[in-house]
Nanobody
């Protein structure tokens, strides 16, 4: 199974911004919903944001107003713009387009 490829993570100070990118396997038209999840050490993977082919979005309460998910069909990509980052946003971020198929993830670290 071809996996999504995440990129854009890094180390930033609290209050900073990062933009994560997800390249979906094949045409994005084949995926109705694409989502970003994150996992911190010792914790379960949790949904951060999702977007449907119609452009409907859903966000975890902890990131509402700070994160924005977008979908670029021509690029077969989904983005996660993260603003006003907090130390509690530190995690490995994963893109998911097919249930059970995960990429390598991209590490986000936010220093206080």
């Amino acid at each position: 199974q071809v996996r999504p490829v995440e990129s854009g993570g890094g180390l930033v100070q609290a209050g900073g911004s990062l933009r994560l990118s997800c390249a979906t396997p094949g045409s994005i038209d084949g995926y109705y919903t694409v989502a970003w999840y994150r996992q911190s050490p010792g914790k379960e993977r949790k949904l951060v944001a999702s977007i449907t082919a119609a452009g409907n979005t859903n966000y975890a309460n902890s990131v509402k107003g700070r994160f924005t998910i977008s979908r670029a069909n021509a690029e077969n990509s989904v983005y996660l713009q993260m603003n006003n980052l907090k130390p509690e946003d530190t995690a490995v971020y994963y893109c998911n387009a097919t249930p059970g198929v995960w990429g390598q993830g991209t590490q986000v670290a936010v220093s206080s």
